[in-house]
């Protein structure tokens, strides 16, 4: 399957950068979220974050503009998802609040969509169940200033099917992506697995006042 329709359900942090990048990268982009006030911030953010995509990428005026006409907003999920050809979810990094996101997605997706989290520190074998599409589950997690830092990781769980994970690969390199498979669950995933000790033994090297 060719994804044309993106679906990016939450605008925070990461979710508006997603959202932009993969807009900008020529797919069609819904970008959902609890209610209208959110998403009205989310469209003033997508206007600052124009500025960097000219700035630190030479992006043209007909390319941004072109960007923005890619992009909508809904806070009704169904109607959000109605065309997605992969759903990513951005929602807080939150057991509860991503089980029960996914519960009611399960109940108005397409069958044909693929459901990807975000999440850098949750396996997606604890939501796979959820979903009630665990073999079209997985794990794309990017990394902040998406733009710059742009890695992608993507990572399936024991049920994940292997020509959605080989599709979620493509589809990251699609939007400008450095693509990172991983072929097991980590906690971590990789860029954490690697940053956390770096960071623990400079922290020793500062209390041992070395």
Do not use: C
């Amino acid at each position: 399957m060719d994804f044309k329709n993106i679906t990016i359900a939450g605008s925070g942090v990461l979710g508006y950068q997603i959202a932009f990048q993969t807009a900008f990268h020529g797919y069609h982009v819904t970008v959902y979220d609890i209610n209208d006030d959110v998403l009205k911030k989310a469209a003033a953010k997508f206007d600052i974050l124009a500025q960097a995509f000219e700035k630190d990428l030479h992006a043209s005026k007909e390319q941004l503009a072109s960007t923005f006409d890619r992009l909508s907003y809904s806070s009704d999920l169904a109607a959000a998802v109605a065309k997605a050809d992969l759903l990513i979810e951005a929602v807080p990094e939150n057991p509860a609040i991503k089980i029960g996101f996914y519960q009611e997605l399960a109940k108005v997706a397409p069958e044909k969509t693929i459901f990807a989290t975000n999440s850098s520190t949750l396996l997606p074998s604890q939501f796979a169940q959820e979903t009630g599409r665990p073999e079209k589950f997985l794990a794309l997690h990017f990394a902040n200033e998406i733009w710059k830092h742009n890695t992608a990781e993507i990572m399936g769980h024991p049920g994940t099917d292997k020509a959605v994970f080989e599709q979620v690969v493509n589809f990251a390199k699609s939007i400008g992506m450095v693509a990172l498979p991983l072929h097991k669950e980590q906690p971590g995933y990789i860029v954490n697995s690697l940053l956390v000790p770096l960071l623990s033994a400079a922290t020793d090297l500062l209390v041992n006042e070395v």
